[in-house]
């Protein structure tokens, strides 16, 4: 495949140590380059490559500083204050020195720079190209970092990727730009740049991270035998430095961890956001965009859908002339905004309107926005950098400048949240500058485009969350963007942009989520349904909204000119299994949130790759498309037609129940799973406890007042446990405290289940009064519960009993 940018080849010469003692080992070269190993903590470790010396983007806005604050103009990239920087030991002999931790070992040869890891107690991790570890242009700004591969090492993650998970073997491309009707098999680059994965060995049963802080285009290429060298890994970025975390595990649950807390941790977003999300831009293209879209509150009521929130695209600001400008309202098409917003809330559904960072040179308020220097700037004037964009020539907002930063925010609030409006859409926000050496203000301090085009994404992002922030100080804010980059999970729920219609996208959709996931940002989805192209069959849109029920977002959108929107009513024949797929989902809501909230505290993805969870399993090291909601649920999709039995590898280690039926499997063996068209293939790890409720919306049942613990012992000795998280949902309150974990603990024998219950913390009053535990069909076993209150058997012959809330003392 043809390079994007031309690679560096010039390597350092005549390396001397200039810095032997910690917390950093430095070295500089006879063209004056410098050289870096930090161990910032005991199991991360930092290296920097400079070949001017000095850093030539000189702070950082993806690694958090201390307390994990972020200013707004940055922060020193070499600022270590954040870090616990641990002691560390420094052997010298004649070939290298080495600097030692209680978890690492690092050895550097002096002479070429390269690198070997290792852990505390011997066992090789990773190691430089011996030759040329790191290059650099002599002519240009590209960098390079050469790694020697393993054959049988697996490489996931990379953002947001097209293709099979592993990405062993690949030549990966990372630029941020628009790419509608994508292949998700094979149509890299997309929307998102982030230079992270994790190696994991099943021979050493090691994980660990390399994390590569650098915004400019990015490209790698894996198990490559390039200019001679042995088979290495080859990164190479278009302008910037070699800044890069060397993150050991052992696990790649901790890899994330490490990983997040350096990046930032997810957004804890509100409650409702795990509901459906209704969308497409048929209703805001037509006329009668009003019309149309307030047909779409009727028919869910008509047809018992519950939805949370509305995506206004773009169409309501279109001008005369067709073109869009954002913050305009199209009078004709729209013309009462504020009564638009009122008759969606009355049905219950909040409203996500549409943004797009760049104005068209024809926008009626360019020439304000040129006035205030906002715009990012050409080269050698302080004129707008104009680029293509939606069918004309525009120039993108500077979000390293404070008058473009308020200019935002004024017009988000008065255009949009004024209005009631409960979300921004930032879409379109790649920023596809063409001319790299356009300039950033840089909040004072310039820089060339080229080294961060999405640093203004991820302002942008920044941006319009503090607007809504500032709207409403103690609600939390809910943001959507499809552009990104590491750090954006602070700010944003996000989805794979326009896919096209196929079941070959339904497939490979799911591991460009997966390795998303794997990349620190877990609240994630697709466009069900496919955004471009045909309708969907019906019985590819049953397949694809059960698939998307089990991601942290899950929203039907589309542009069908040809075809009509995609709606949840739109095939009479398989409409009702589509109302009982998105109902199911609301009932799992108590799961999913349960999930959210361990992946704002820990960084842990919500949708997990099966080798994440049965790294020892090597059935799972390459499988792509079947994975783990959370620690409990396996979702075996149906991405093929006419598919009504299915094999499903079911892991080892573990045993596992049929979430419909109750019978049991014994881990490591692939069965015959029936996949009728009314549900997917669904496995629950026995011992497990899964919370659900009712379908709470306030055209349908209106308190979440209902807790159903659902619970799938083992067949014989064993024990589960579950914690439950609740809060408000809505508000700050729990960043104060007011949080309630009810702790449910089984334990099971061949005789009996016993169970308890504790409330710790308990300083959220619980808006159900009891727990109603359910046993799968066929167990008969004796139910024992201090406090349990009634006890009985359905129709079905399950059994059900409660047990009540004690009152919270206050």
Same mark, same amino acid.
């Given at each position: 495949?043809?390079?994007?940018?031309?690679?560096?080849?010039?390597?350092? !010469?005549?390396?001397?140590?200039?810095? #032997?003692?910690?917390?950093?080992?430095?070295?500089?070269?006879?063209?004056?380059? @410098?050289?870096?190993?930090?161990?910032?903590?005991? /199991? =991360?470790?930092?290296?920097?490559?400079?070949?001017?010396?000095?850093?030539?983007?000189?702070?950082?806005?993806?690694?958090?500083?201390?307390?994990?604050?972020?200013?707004?103009?940055?922060?020193?990239?070499?600022?270590?204050?954040? %870090?616990?920087?641990?002691?560390?030991?420094?052997?010298?002999?004649?070939?290298?020195?080495?600097?030692?931790?209680?978890?690492?070992?690092?050895?550097?040869?002096?002479?070429?720079?390269?690198?070997?890891?290792?852990?505390?107690?011997?066992?090789?991790?990773?190691?430089?190209?011996?030759?040329?570890?790191?290059?650099?242009?002599?002519?240009?700004?590209?960098?390079?970092?050469?790694?020697?591969?393993?054959?049988?090492?697996?490489?996931?993650?990379?953002?947001?990727?097209?293709?099979?998970?592993?990405?062993?073997?690949?030549?990966?491309?990372?630029?941020?730009?628009?790419?509608?009707?994508?292949?998700?098999?094979?149509?890299?680059?997309?929307?998102?740049? =982030?230079?992270?994965?994790?190696?994991?060995?099943?021979?050493?049963? !090691?994980? *660990?991270?390399?994390?590569?802080?650098?915004?400019?285009?990015?490209?790698? /290429?894996?198990?490559?035998?390039?200019?001679?060298?042995?088979?290495?890994?080859?990164?190479?970025?278009?302008?910037? &430095?070699?800044?890069?975390? %060397? =993150?050991?595990? #052992?696990?790649?649950?901790?890899?994330?961890?490490?990983?997040?807390?350096?990046?930032?941790?997810?957004?804890?977003?509100?409650?409702?956001?795990?509901?459906?999300?209704?969308?497409?831009?048929?209703?805001?293209?037509? $006329?009668?965009?009003?019309?149309?879209?307030?047909?779409?509150?009727?028919?869910?009521?008509?047809?018992?859908?519950?939805?949370?929130?509305?995506?206004?695209?773009?169409?309501?600001?279109?001008?005369?002339?067709?073109?869009?400008?954002? %913050?305009?309202?199209?009078?004709?098409?729209?013309?009462?905004?504020?009564?638009?917003?009122?008759?969606?809330?009355?049905?219950?559904?909040?409203?996500?309107?549409?943004?797009?960072?760049?104005?068209?040179?024809?926008?009626?308020? *360019? +020439?304000?926005?040129?006035?205030?220097?906002?715009?990012?700037?050409?080269?050698?004037?302080?004129?707008?950098?104009?680029?293509?964009?939606?069918?004309?020539?525009?120039?993108?907002?500077?979000?390293?400048?404070?008058?473009?930063?308020?200019?935002?925010?004024?017009?988000?609030?008065?255009?949009?949240?004024?209005?009631?409006?409960?979300?921004?859409?930032? &879409?379109?926000?790649?920023?596809?500058?063409?001319?790299? +050496?356009?300039?950033?203000?840089?909040?004072?301090?310039?820089?060339?485009?080229?080294?961060?085009?999405?640093?203004?994404?991820?302002?942008?992002?920044?941006?319009?969350?503090?607007?809504?922030?500032?709207?409403? #100080?103690?609600?939390?804010?809910?943001?959507?963007?499809?552009?990104?980059?590491?750090?954006?999970?602070?700010?944003?729920?996000?989805?794979?942009? &326009?896919?096209?219609?196929?079941?070959?996208?339904?497939?490979?959709?799911?591991?460009?989520?997966?390795?998303?996931?794997?990349?620190?940002?877990?609240?994630?989805?697709?466009?069900?349904?496919? %955004?471009?192209?045909?309708?969907?069959?019906?019985?590819?849109?049953?397949?694809?909204?059960?698939?998307?029920?089990?991601?942290?977002?899950?929203?039907?959108?589309?542009?069908?000119?040809?075809?009509?929107?995609?709606?949840?009513?739109?095939?009479?024949?398989?409409?009702?299994?589509?109302?009982?797929? =998105?109902?199911? @989902?609301?009932?799992?809501?108590?799961?999913?949130?349960?999930?959210?909230? +361990?992946?704002?505290?820990?960084?842990?993805?919500?949708?997990?790759?099966?080798?994440?969870?049965?790294?020892?399993?090597?059935?799972?090291?390459? +499988?792509?498309?079947?994975?783990?909601?959370?620690?409990?649920?396996?979702?075996?999709?149906?991405?093929?037609?006419?598919?009504?039995?299915?094999?499903?590898?079911?892991?080892?280690?573990? &045993?596992?129940?049929?979430?419909?039926?109750?019978?049991?499997?014994?881990?490591?063996?692939?069965?015959?799973?029936?996949?009728?068209?009314?549900?997917?293939?669904?496995?629950?790890?026995?011992?497990?406890?899964?919370?659900?409720?009712?379908?709470?919306?306030?055209?349908?049942?209106?308190?979440?007042?209902?807790?159903?613990?659902?619970? *799938?012992?083992?067949?014989?000795?064993?024990?589960?446990?579950?914690?439950?998280?609740?809060?408000?949902?809505?508000?700050?309150?729990?960043?104060?405290?007011?949080?309630?974990?009810?702790?449910?603990?089984?334990?099971?024998?061949?005789?009996?289940? $016993?169970?308890?219950?504790?409330?710790?913390?308990?300083?959220?009053?619980?808006?159900?009064?009891?727990?109603?535990?359910?046993?799968? #069909?066929?167990?008969?076993?004796?139910?024992?519960?201090?406090?349990?209150?009634?006890?009985?058997?359905?129709?079905?012959?399950?059994?059900?009993?409660?047990?009540?809330?004690?009152?919270?003392?206050?």
């Amino acid at each position: 495949m043809k390079n994007e940018f031309p690679l560096p080849t010039s390597a350092p !010469q005549g390396v001397h140590c200039t810095q #032997p003692t910690p917390p950093t080992l430095e070295f500089t070269a006879s063209q004056g380059e @410098r050289f870096t190993v930090t161990a910032l903590e005991e /199991d =991360i470790v930092r290296v920097t490559f400079t070949p001017e010396g000095a850093p030539r983007l000189g702070r950082t806005w993806l690694v958090l500083g201390k307390n994990g604050q972020m200013p707004e103009a940055g922060r020193d990239r070499n600022d270590l204050t954040g %870090f616990s920087l641990p002691p560390v030991q420094v052997e010298q002999n004649d070939s290298c020195l080495a600097l030692k931790t209680q978890r690492l070992r690092v050895e550097i040869q002096p002479q070429t720079l390269a690198l070997r890891w290792s852990t505390a107690e011997g066992t090789l991790l990773a190691a430089d190209v011996e030759k040329v570890p790191y290059v650099y242009a002599a002519a240009g700004d590209a960098v390079g970092h050469n790694l020697l591969s393993h054959p049988d090492e697996y490489y996931y993650g990379f953002g947001e990727i097209s293709g099979r998970l592993n990405k062993a073997h690949s030549h990966i491309l990372l630029k941020n730009i628009d790419n509608p009707g994508y292949s998700a098999k094979n149509g890299s680059p997309l929307y998102k740049l =982030i230079p992270f994965y994790i190696t994991y060995s099943p021979r050493t049963h !090691q994980a *660990f991270g390399f994390f590569y802080d650098n915004l400019a285009t990015t490209t790698f /290429d894996l198990n490559t035998h390039a200019d001679g060298l042995p088979e290495h890994h080859r990164y190479a970025a278009q302008a910037g &430095d070699i800044d890069y975390y %060397f =993150i050991y595990g #052992p696990t790649m649950a901790e890899v994330i961890e490490k990983f997040t807390r350096l990046t930032g941790r997810m957004l804890l977003p509100p409650r409702w956001s795990l509901g459906y999300m209704g969308s497409t831009m048929n209703y805001t293209e037509a $006329k009668d965009a009003q019309t149309q879209l307030a047909k779409f509150g009727r028919n869910c009521e008509h047809y018992q859908i519950p939805c949370n929130l509305f995506h206004l695209s773009s169409g309501y600001t279109l001008g005369e002339d067709g073109k869009r400008y954002v %913050f305009h309202w199209n009078r004709s098409r729209v013309p009462d905004p504020q009564a638009m917003v009122d008759d969606f809330h009355a049905h219950g559904i909040r409203l996500a309107a549409n943004i797009k960072p760049a104005l068209l040179t024809t926008h009626p308020r *360019f +020439e304000e926005v040129r006035q205030l220097g906002a715009f990012i700037r050409e080269p050698g004037t302080d004129q707008p950098q104009l680029f293509p964009f939606w069918g004309g020539i525009a120039a993108a907002l500077d979000f390293t400048n404070p008058a473009a930063v308020a200019w935002w925010k004024k017009n988000a609030k008065e255009q949009l949240l004024d209005y009631g409006i409960d979300s921004t859409w930032n &879409d379109n926000n790649e920023f596809e500058v063409q001319e790299g +050496e356009a300039r950033c203000l840089g909040f004072g301090e310039e820089f060339p485009v080229k080294y961060a085009r999405p640093l203004q994404t991820l302002l942008m992002m920044r941006t319009s969350y503090a607007a809504q922030l500032e709207q409403h #100080p103690n609600e939390r804010p809910f943001l959507i963007s499809r552009s990104g980059c590491a750090g954006m999970q602070r700010y944003v729920q996000t989805w794979s942009g &326009d896919n096209f219609t196929s079941w070959q996208t339904l497939k490979y959709n799911i591991p460009m989520g997966l390795g998303l996931s794997l990349s620190g940002v877990p609240n994630t989805g697709h466009d069900v349904g496919g %955004f471009a192209g045909p309708r969907p069959s019906p019985e590819l849109f049953v397949r694809w909204v059960q698939n998307g029920i089990f991601h942290p977002r899950f929203t039907i959108h589309s542009w069908k000119i040809l075809f009509g929107a995609n709606e949840p009513w739109m095939f009479p024949s398989v409409f009702p299994i589509i109302r009982e797929t =998105i109902q199911f @989902r609301y009932r799992l809501m108590p799961y999913l949130y349960n999930l959210l909230v +361990e992946a704002a505290a820990t960084g842990h993805p919500i949708i997990r790759p099966l080798v994440y969870s049965f790294p020892d399993d090597p059935h799972c090291l390459e +499988e792509s498309f079947d994975f783990m909601l959370g620690p409990s649920l396996l979702v075996a999709s149906v991405v093929a037609p006419w598919v009504r039995h299915r094999q499903v590898y079911l892991p080892a280690g573990q &045993d596992w129940v049929d979430f419909y039926t109750g019978a049991r499997y014994s881990g490591g063996q692939t069965i015959t799973a029936a996949a009728p068209l009314s549900h997917l293939p669904l496995f629950v790890t026995a011992g497990t406890m899964i919370p659900m409720g009712e379908v709470v919306h306030p055209r349908f049942h209106a308190s979440d007042d209902v807790r159903k613990i659902l619970v *799938f012992p083992t067949a014989g000795t064993g024990a589960g446990s579950l914690d439950l998280h609740e809060d408000d949902g809505e508000t700050l309150a729990y960043q104060r405290g007011e949080t309630t974990c009810v702790q449910i603990h089984g334990e099971y024998s061949a005789a009996s289940l $016993k169970f308890s219950v504790e409330l710790a913390p308990y300083e959220y009053s619980l808006p159900y009064s009891e727990l109603e535990f359910i046993l799968p #069909p066929g167990e008969t076993r004796r139910v024992e519960m201090t406090g349990l209150k009634k006890q009985w058997q359905d129709e079905a012959g399950q059994t059900h009993f409660t047990w009540a809330i004690p009152q919270r003392r206050h």
